[in-house]
């Protein structure tokens, strides 16, 4: 889920002051101020809330205290752990309690996810709607994620041309860069030293989901077809998905020169590129997305298995894992039985209050009696779910506050919050430390009203607030009984009665 961001910002010592798009202007400064460099870059402000194309969130990062020493023995643990991290014993052991690998693993590649929102063009007025705004080269760079270790090697679109007319957005200007397509994610390659690292070179693939409101989940054709109907080889043609799932990723509009191909030519064809480029390495492909985009990363994974494309020319077989935030239902028990006998990992991450995770199929799943999904299981309605799922809880975090709002309960950067805080099953929830938690109102209002959010960069400088306790507070100010003498010496030069 993603809609039009908030003006939040903040100032962290050691980082860059970040600014935040906003439908209203920016508001005066609240005092009068001579400084040169606050005034010119209160000007920028004020000239990015006015902008055709919308400024985007970068990242916002929380100051870290880790040692060289403790940052080389993490590297060491992953490069020496990544398999199990990517479930090769399906996180057996790592979920409860909750490893700290793993987790940061995890909020690694929502960050990547949230790339995909940060930098789209929501504006309907731009011609270049529906689009990245920024080129893949840059794209890292421009959301401050330069941290990630990872290069763009391509970009991915869909065509708007499907019965899921809430998953696209559409410009109202003439002059538009596509009439027919939609940026839906990019594929990108970790460096030679985040490789190092990581133990491995990793390729992933990271999906967007909707970005407008949730009303794809009632536009799902919520019947199952065949995907051999989409030249997905597969030998058992019981083995179905969602159709409008599969719409999303296979169609394409020939006159269109960003979806002349359609999202899965596109994977696929990056896909046997990578392979070929990197012949003698230890390789990872790992997918990722979100909503509807996390039903793009599980078909996707499981496609490229199954179309041999994650074997080496030695033949070797790369491993594939899903990591998926919100993910619905993607395909019946035989596309269940076929992706996890296929090798594929997925881990999904779902907060048991979000309504997404549960469609569609919420008569007939996973959940029922084995002997009624046998009866079931060629029904165009009987959905499965896939893999092995963390299930997170938005009530366990004191930091968020009580609401009947479905978009908070869906929202990206809640979920990664969550996993900041989770720990395991009934267990304590507590911050690592990792995440500034102003990230989750930076499209929403989920944040407990308390915990003070400077709206933008010059308000948390001018009233000098300060991170406390993972919350953004005035500093304390001094009062009458912290010096009595002084502030009734002020008040009588102003012609005020101390007790007034």
Partial sequence: MAIPLPIIASSLKGHSSFTFPSEKPAPPP?????????????????????RTLPVVLTRVL?????????????????????????????????????DPLLRSELIRYGDMVQACYDSFNYDPYSQYCGSCNYSPRTLFESLGLTFLGYEVSRYLYATADIKLPNFFKNPISSKVW???????????VSNDETSAKLGRRDIAIAWRGTVTRLEWVADLLDYLKPVTSAKIPCPDPTVTVESGFLDVYTNKDKDCRFC???AREQVLTEMRSLMLKYPNEELSITVTGHSLGAALAVLSAYDIVESGLNKTEDGRTVPVTVFSFAGPRVGNVRFKNRVEGLGVKVLRVVNVNDDVPKVPGMILNENDPTFLQKLTDKLPW????????????????PYLKETNDPLDFHNLEAYLHLLDGYQGKDKKFKLSDDRDIALVNKSSDFLNNELVVPPSWWQAAYKGM?????????PERPTMEDHPSEMAHHMK???????S
Avoid at 85 to 92: C, D, F, Q, T, V
Avoid at 493 to 499: C, H, N, R, V
């Fill in 30 to 50: 609240l005092l009068t101020q001579n400084n040169n460099r606050f005034q010119e870059r209160l000007k920028k402000l004020e000239l990015a809330t006015r």
């Fill in 62 to 98: 929380s100051e870290r205290n880790e040692s060289t020493a403790q940052q080389e023995e993490e590297k060491k643990k992953l490069s020496q752990y990544w398999r199990e991290i990517h479930g090769e014993n399906n996180w057996s052991g790592y979920l409860d309690p909750m």
């Fill in 178 to 188: 596509s009439r027919s397509a939609n940026w839906i994610g990019y594929v990108c």
């Fill in 260 to 262: 002349k191909y359609s």
């Fill in 382 to 397: 009987s959905y499965s779910h896939v893999g092995v799922e963390l299930a997170l809880n938005n009530k366990h975090s």
């Fill in 466 to 474: 300060v991170k406390k306790d993972g919350r953004w507070v005035e």
């Fill in 493 to 499: 030069q102003l012609g005020l009665d101390s007790d």
